[in-house]
């Protein structure tokens, strides 16, 4: 993996577990899995972290501290799936090695590629409302 | 080996300048869930003494979550139009998720904490 894609990985999965302690777990203990697995069909490293907890829906109004996870996580994973039943929820990321698309060329001090500051400015919709 | 404790590892540290009307917060560690409440109530000190500008250097930064950024979005809040918050920041555990989230649209980001202070 290339360093912005092990950069972007470790962020992503944070935030994914953070969400997980947050959000299952508040007012409880609980356990979560963190897998991650290298596809070498697909050459791809794939990341999913499953809680067991059941998310509390957002308040009307979250606060300025909230909110701001998933939308990272979405910014920095090259796919992102998100599964949520009453059993827990499941975040399932992938970055493709071969394939230098995405986060792969997103070097904040080199080249600038367009696709992510559109993502970008999408995200800039998480800050509109302060 | 002492840098592999779990309390020196995970930490924040930040150091207040005045520098005339300006003040410069220089965060150094990782800015994350447990860590970002530090920050915030340096910059809610920092904030109250209302300097003209308030310089933000996250360069010794290694982490950054979705936590620290909630937290410089509420000190841009908090600073309203008195004063000028400005952010340090470079390299991709900082600049990244401030761009991924347009964060650095809001607030001007700089890549020193002197070329921040003589910004126009």
């Known amino acids: 993996m290339s360093g912005d894609q092990v950069g972007a990985l470790t962020l992503a999965t944070y935030e994914a577990l953070a969400n997980a302690a947050i959000h299952a777990y508040l007012d409880d203990t609980g356990t979560f899995d963190l897998l991650a697995r290298y596809l070498p069909d697909r050459d791809r490293v794939e990341v999913t972290v499953t809680d067991y907890g059941r998310w509390r829906p957002p308040p009307d109004d979250p606060g300025p501290f909230s909110g701001r996870g998933i939308p990272l996580i979405q910014a920095l994973a090259e796919h992102v799936d998100i599964t949520r039943s009453t059993q827990g929820t499941t975040v399932r990321m992938h970055w493709n090695l071969g394939l230098q698309t995405g986060t792969a060329k997103n070097s904040v001090d080199g080249e600038e590629d367009p696709a992510i500051d559109r993502r970008g400015l999408s995200r800039a919709a998480a800050f509109s409302s302060y | ?120």
């Open chain 2, 1 to 120: 080996m002492e840098s592999s404790e779990p309390s020196e590892s995970h930490s924040v540290t930040v150091a207040v300048e005045e520098h005339g009307s300006a003040i410069v917060l220089g965060v150094a560690g990782e800015l994350d869930l447990l860590t970002a409440p530090k920050l915030q109530d340096e910059l809610t000190r920092a904030l109250d003494q209302r300097p003209q500008t308030l310089v933000i250097d996250l360069s010794k930064v290694e982490f950054m979550g979705s936590a620290g950024l909630s937290v410089l979005v509420v000190a841009h809040r908090t600073a309203g139009e008195h004063t000028k918050l400005r952010l340090v920041a470079h390299g991709n555990a900082t600049f990244r998720p401030l761009r991924l989230t347009g964060l650095d649209q809001a607030i001007p980001v700089y890549r020193s904490s002197d070329e921040a202070l003589n910004a126009e």
